[in-house]
């Protein structure tokens, strides 16, 4: 058998298992499940080569966005795309996350991404609180208020 028979063999037998486990359905799995992967393979990536000292601080930025978004859209995944009402705001804060690595890795420490870094995550918490109480959390208010009314009114005899 000649070296070249054999190459056409191997590929034709890969060639068949890729073609057999695609009508499976295989690949439909995993592209549909596991594919926030390509977002946190890139983003793990650009940190291991950031401390590895390969590439310099500025790529933490969109690391840590793509890092943490993965996340979110792994949660999502397994948990329903309903949450993600409650979750976009975490994006903004993916933003805020790469801006204060880089902050906080740069040899300089420059003021300017601290300071983006903390108004965009406070923007993220305050658009995620609001989210909240929005939502459900309108429920929590009322019996707050309640509870509080029911104090005063029924806390408080001697002032009558």
């Not at 596991?34 to 940190?47: A, E, R, T, V, Y």
């Not at 804060?93 to 801006?99: D, Q, R, T």
């Not at 740069?106 to 909240?132: E, K, Q, S």
């Not at 029924?154 to 009558?160: I, K, M, Q, S, V």
Request: with cysteine; charged share 5%; proline share 5%.
């Amino acid at each position: 058998m000649s070296k070249n028979q054999y190459t056409v063999g191997l590929l034709f037998l890969i060639a068949g298992a890729v073609i057999l486990l695609g009508k499976l359905g295989l690949f439909a799995f995993i592209g549909t499940n596991f594919w926030p992967l390509f977002l946190l393979i890139p983003g793990i990536l650009l940190h291991v080569l950031f401390f590895g000292r390969l590439l310099p601080p500025y790529v933490l930025v969109p690391g840590a966005i793509l890092t943490i978004n993965a996340f979110i859209f792994f949660f999502c995944m397994a948990l329903g795309w309903n949450h993600m009402q409650y979750l976009w705001p975490f994006m903004i804060l993916s933003v805020a996350a790469g801006l204060y690595e880089y902050h906080l890795f740069d040899t300089y420490r420059p003021r300017f991404p601290l300071t983006l870094a903390i108004v965009l995550a406070l923007a993220a918490v305050c658009l995620f609180l609001i989210m909240l109480v929005w939502g459900w959390g309108l429920y929590i208010i009322a019996v707050l208020l309640i509870a509080a009314g029911a104090w005063l009114v029924l806390g408080r005899r001697a002032r009558w």
